[in-house]
């Protein structure tokens, strides 16, 4: 049973900061590919970084080196800093995990597993 539980959301301030967290449990070896992605209200989920079993990491070209995606691999957490955040940040942000291999766009798709979101809140 693999379960992906995110934490870390909260509220921030324009360009403040945030780290999101992502835990992952169960068989985690099946996962070739984990990612963020993010969520506005009526809007498509879009993919923001993922990173492969070989730890090439990938980013979405808007984020413009904003955010940085690591991992523990010791202990199966996936992080994602987030500085110099913009109000349009605000959105559900979601952990993702993928039994294949990162392709080179992040799209939802790809992913076979997710966790259940965490809401960033940025104000002005």
């Known amino acids: 049973h693999v379960q992906l539980v995110e934490s870390g959301g909260g509220s921030a301030y324009a360009g403040g900061s945030l780290r999101l967290s992502c835990a992952a449990s169960?068989?985690?070896?099946?996962?070739?590919?984990m990612g963020w992605f993010r969520q506005v209200a009526g809007k498509e989920r879009e993919g923001l970084a993922s990173i492969d079993v070989d730890g090439i990491i990938t980013y979405a070209k808007f984020l413009k080196g904003r955010f940085t995606l690591s991992k523990d691999n010791a202990n199966d957490i996936l992080y994602l800093q987030m500085s110099s955040l913009e109000p349009e940040d605000t959105a559900m942000y979601y952990c993702?995990?993928?039994?294949?291999?990162?392709?080179?766009?992040?799209?939802?798709?790809?992913?076979?597993?997710w966790g259940q979101g965490t809401q960033v809140t940025v104000s002005s």
């Open positions: 993702a995990a993928s039994r294949r291999g990162c392709a080179r766009n992040i799209l939802t798709s790809d992913f076979h597993y």
């Open positions: 169960g068989y985690t070896a099946s996962f070739y590919c």
